[in-house]
């Protein structure tokens, strides 16, 4: 390997772990636990060899140093605490920028200093305990087996407590987990005393090998039921060294564990099927595990996970840009092959219609995969705010804790590189608005640490984006009151839930009293309002005083495929994204009125809506010029609704977008562009941008 | 208030006297007992066995029942015997 291509691996590489150190640092804060601690070990241990053969060389020499503190923290010669956390973090953004920018030298001696007198800790007391243990166990890998022990319930007969036995068992490791079975054992007054009743499962950590386990059970083993498995391709790499590893659900996991049983998962998955919740909290739910196994469970799932993605190839996603576009190229020369097969002769083209719908399926099916590798989990997209949520939260004096659900859901990778911004605007609104200070919390009855939580899961073919926040509420007295001055409403109006949403995401629309650093300056819920909207989304509020907010955005799975209606108008065919159709309708005379300022509308279900003539709107010609002989098809934006005049429906299609250069059009009413079967192009309407244009 | 207090060799070699003990425990009025452990420094499976069963039972009666003086030995066994919740 030349030396460009190694620093090439390494850049690559140490974004992937800095970005795994960033989110375990934050962490060890909130739950400084050994693994963590280890684990932090391990990646700053892989910066530094890594750093080394690609000729980062003060990155070598300062992680060195980093190293050694760690080791120190590990070995509880310094105490996790704040300052440990926040000295972590700077150093890690050093990191970062001495091997993507330029290594800025005060700042390096300035945490070189404080990293090497750190508590009481000593750089030179940090080399020996680092030349002490480096080759030890740092690097070795656990065991771990599953331990499943029911005695005979004769045993204590034989003088023999299995109590005994499995303390000596969990001697040799640590115990990961561990479930006792109590089915067997009768009511009180039932149970023979001198019987053994209880079994157990255990999940042992141990650097021994099995052998030492069979030890333990010696003398029990030939008529006991004992078994020991080894289950240490669940928990480490060697596995990915044998190309062996399998993603696993959190249920599968939990049942190899022991900590749950396989009827208990049916129960559990039967009741999802129902409920639709989390499989992890419905086992909480009804008891068959406590929180922990289940958040350890999904812990490892993630990180099994995370191995697949190591065995995977990176591939750009422009090259599946291509293929998918490909795709559509393939998918229009289909339909143009069965326009042709539509005027052959009644054998040949039945011949041929056969064979085409074969390829359709095929051609179906392999759009699915090309969608499918696009699809990325969320997880770390919500992990980078841990950082900013407790950078942020501390500039403001408040205590906030970031929990994140639903890590595992899968969108487009378009949609997630599209999201985070608007998401960090909210997250940032919910800190500086919506969660109080510690000392008001406290006031107001609630714990003093606040709670945001980003959660993420699918439904009827969307995923959907929550921000929960427990904090006040939206202050409706205040949102009015800006409303009043703002001419929105009367001085004696009260405003409904939707007015309440239509004026927060108004431009330029803040009740905060102080424009801060943070937000309050108007600038922003409308601007995420119209990112989510362009990524054909919504976004929808609620909140309960003094309870909190919860603001949900719903966004399609994909952004290169839509749901679309053909529309006609004279000889030219428009697509509606069918997320936006409300209905279609033909209109009576009398429902159609012009009013003063608001031009041309149309009543619809008591509620009067804008009618847009598409032949006039891009000027072409059209069947009809009224609106009566014609269809108008609704459509909604957000909380506007508009009717679209057009000539007829054609039909309703998958729809492969292609992208319209601006060169074509400035309009903001059309989104892009799809290649029909004849190969004529249809346009795609952008509703959003159509409400837009007629608003102005 | 029901008090049970344990030999310092409890095992499996007495277990049947606990078991009536606690079993006229659980049938009294009273509805708090305390079994103490102080000199006890380690008991084996028929001991907890019995003692889970028994605070099965006073579950069911609404009774309360509060473990005394054990050491951190016995209660890391009763942790292993599900009697005690782990941290």
């Known amino acids: ?696 | 208030m029901a008090a049970i207090v344990l030999p310092e060799d409890v095992s499996v070699k007495k277990v049947k006297a606990l078991h009536a003990e606690l079993l006229n425990a659980v049938d009294n009025d009273e509805n708090e007992m305390v079994i103490d452990f102080s000199a006890v420094k380690r008991a084996d499976l028929a001991v907890y066995q019995v003692l889970l069963a028994c605070a099965r039972e006073c579950r069911e009666k609404k009774k309360v029942v509060k473990i005394k003086g054990a050491s951190s030995t016995v209660k890391e066994q009763m942790k292993f015997c599900g009697i005690l919740r782990s941290n």
């Open chain 1, 1 to 696: 390997m030349s030396e460009n291509s190694i620093r090439d691996v390494f850049l690559e590489e140490a974004k992937e772990i800095l970005r795994h150190l960033e989110a375990d640092l934050i962490q060890l804060e909130e739950n400084p636990d050994d693994e963590v601690v280890h684990r932090i070990f391990r990646y700053v241990h892989t910066i530094k060899g890594s750093s080394g053969i690609a000729g980062f060389d003060e990155v070598y020499e300062f992680t060195h140093r980093l190293e050694n503190l760690l080791d120190a923290v590990r070995n509880k010669k310094v105490p996790v605490e704040k300052a440990l956390v926040d000295l972590l973090l700077e150093s890690m953004d050093w990191v970062a920028e001495a091997i993507y920018e330029h290594a800025n030298a005060e700042r390096k001696k300035f945490l070189d200093e404080k990293v090497a007198s750190f508590g009481s800790f000593s750089a030179k007391e940090g080399e020996a305990v680092l030349a002490r243990t480096e080759n030890v166990q740092a690097e070795k890998p656990a065991n771990y087996f599953l331990v499943r022990a029911s005695f005979k319930p004769t045993i204590f007969e034989n003088g023999i407590d299995p109590l005994l036995i499995l303390e000596d068992l969990v001697s040799l490791g640590s115990v990961e987990h561990r479930r006792v079975h109590f089915d067997k054992l009768p009511a009180l007054r039932d149970m023979d005393p001198e019987k053994c009743y209880l079994e157990w499962t255990i999940l042992l950590k141990t650097f021994h090998p099995r052998q030492k386990l069979d030890e333990a059970f010696l003398f029990v083993k030939d008529d006991n039921d004992i078994s020991i498995e080894d289950v240490t391709n669940d928990f480490t790499d060697s596995e990915r060294r044998a190309g062996g590893i399998q993603e696993r659900k959190v249920g599968e996991i939990l049942v190899r564990r022991g900590v749950i049983t396989e009827e208990e998962l049916d129960t559990v998955l039967s009741i999802q099927r129902e409920t639709n919740k989390k499989i992890g909290d419905i086992i909480v739910e009804k008891g068959f595990a406590d929180e922990k196994a289940v958040q350890q469970a999904l812990g490892d799932q993630n990180r099994i996970k995370s191995r697949i993605q190591a065995t995977t190839v990176r591939v750009e996603t422009k090259k599946l840009d291509t293929l998918l576009n490909l795709l559509g190229e393939i998918v229009i020369s289909q339909s143009s092959i069965a326009r042709m097969a539509e005027e052959l002769e009644e054998e040949q083209g039945y011949r041929l219609k056969n064979a085409l719908y074969g390829m359709d399926r095929i051609t179906r099916e392999f759009q699915e995969q090309i969608m499918a590798i696009r699809m990325i989990p969320i997880g770390p997209t919500f992990e980078q705010f841990r950082r900013f949520v407790r950078d942020v939260a501390d500039d403001v004096h408040k205590e906030i804790r970031l929990d994140i659900r639903g890590s595992e859901t899968e969108l487009d990778k378009t949609v997630i590189e599209q999201i985070s911004d608007p998401l960090k605007h909210m997250i940032r609104n919910a800190i500086d608005h919506g969660i109080e200070t510690p000392q008001e919390r406290q006031k107001a009855g609630k714990k003093p640490v606040g709670t945001i939580t980003l959660n993420a899961y699918h439904q009827e073919g969307n995923v959907f984006i929550e921000i929960i926040d427990d904090g006040r509420g939206l202050d409706r007295a205040a949102i009015r009151r800006k409303a009043v001055e703002r001419g929105l409403i009367k001085g004696d109006e009260e405003i409904n839930d939707r007015q309440l949403q239509e004026f927060l995401f108004m431009p330029g629309f803040s009740t905060a009293e102080q424009v801060g650093e943070l937000s309050g300056r108007g600038v922003g819920m409308d601007v995420v309002r119209t990112n989510i909207e362009a990524l054909r989304g919504t976004v929808e509020l609620f909140s309960e005083p003094g309870k909190g907010t919860t603001i949900r955005i719903k966004l399609p799975l994909t952004l290169a495929i839509i749901e679309g209606m053909l529309v006609r108008v004279g000889k030219n065919v428009y697509i509606i994204p069918l997320l936006s159709i409300v209905e279609s309708l033909q209109p009576v005379r009398d429902s159609i009125k012009t009013v003063e300022g608001k031009g041309e509308v149309l009543l619809v279900r008591d509620e009067y809506v804008p009618l847009v003539r598409l032949y006039q709107h891009f000027g072409i010609d059209s069947d009809f010029t009224n609106p009566w002989e014609a269809l108008v098809v609704v459509v909604e934006s957000g909380t506007s609704r508009i009717g679209i005049m057009v000539d007829d429906l054609v039909g309703q299609q998958q729809i492969v977008i292609k992208s319209l250069d601006n060169f074509i059009t400035k309009s903001r009413a059309l989104s892009g562009a799809a290649i029909m079967g004849d190969g004529t192009v249809a346009l795609i309407i952008d509703v959003h941008g159509m409400v837009g244009e007629i608003a102005t």
